[in-house]
């Protein structure tokens, strides 16, 4: 599965979770080197979004892609990605999220080109990752779960939120990447420590400042969701539209909004304008199914947390598609 002489890319989800999971596959990846006695000539790095993994492997795959090893963790192959990846010299791809293509079209891949998958369905990448290659970092993969699925109890898995989350607000675009991955390298060199001490060592003045100015731009950012947030019923199902033009985590709306005095909502749905297109976010605080919502507008995820990209057309389409939607379920 490695080949050494290669150089190897991994392509990973811009969350917690994926960056913990290449963090994994930076330490197997060293590991079996070692065992072999070969050095790779070098690994990069990339962190994407669902949406971005196919620009990503198009700009990747023009330059010369035969001498390099692929992994993509914690993103969903779909036909278009599939297609893409299967030009490099070998793949990895592990992935816990929701299938959108077929068994059948996996099989394909597998048999015709150097492609290994391991989709399964996990809480977290990283969880997956562990038991798959028999890590044995239990705590690791608990707090990841906390994490991916917004169900966070221990203060480990707050702190290391806390601290992805203040890097993604503090840097953007490419110094953002080249931040994430010097972070993924001191996790990957760490991970005894934090499985047994947690993150706590990785924080020096600089970052604590970085997590108080982050933290204290969403408690502002919490109060104006809670002041602009739109409730609507539909049939049973209770509503919460939320517009933004800054992209914020969207662990924080949900949490934020379990607090309104029309709580608990079946659906959530965020709206994120950028200049080129348009974020939606789905999440629900009842076990909604919100990812046949994602769906709709060519996304996936999760059944209770799913997201989609649009073309920047006007919001009230894209809340008539939802509205239209829900009305045609049956209760
Ligand atoms: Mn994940």
Known sequence: MFLAYHSMIIITHCDEDGLMSAALMYTLNNNAQDQKNQKRNKTLLFFTSPFLLLKRLLTLAYKNVLKHDLCILDLSPTEKTLCLAALFNSV????????????MQLDYFAKMFKMNFYLAKFKSNTSLMIKHFNLGFTNIANWLDQIDTNAVQHKQAELFRSIVSAYKHSYAGAVLNTELVALTKKIANNLERIENHGFDWIIDEELQNKIDNFKDWLKLKQQEVMQNVKVEK??????????????????????????????????????TRKPKSIKLEFRTHTNFDVLQLARLFGGGGHKVASGATVKPIHDFFIIFKIKEFLHKLKH
Request: aromatic content about 6%.
């Open 92 to 103: 990895t791809w592990l992935d816990h999220h929701e299938l959108t293509i077929n068994k």
């Open 234 to 271: 539909i049939n049973s199902l209770k509503l919460a539209i939320v517009k933004l033009k800054e992209s914020m985590p969207v662990y924080a709306i949900t949490n934020c909004l379990a607090t309104h005095k029309d709580a608990p909502f079946d659906v959530i749905v965020v709206l």
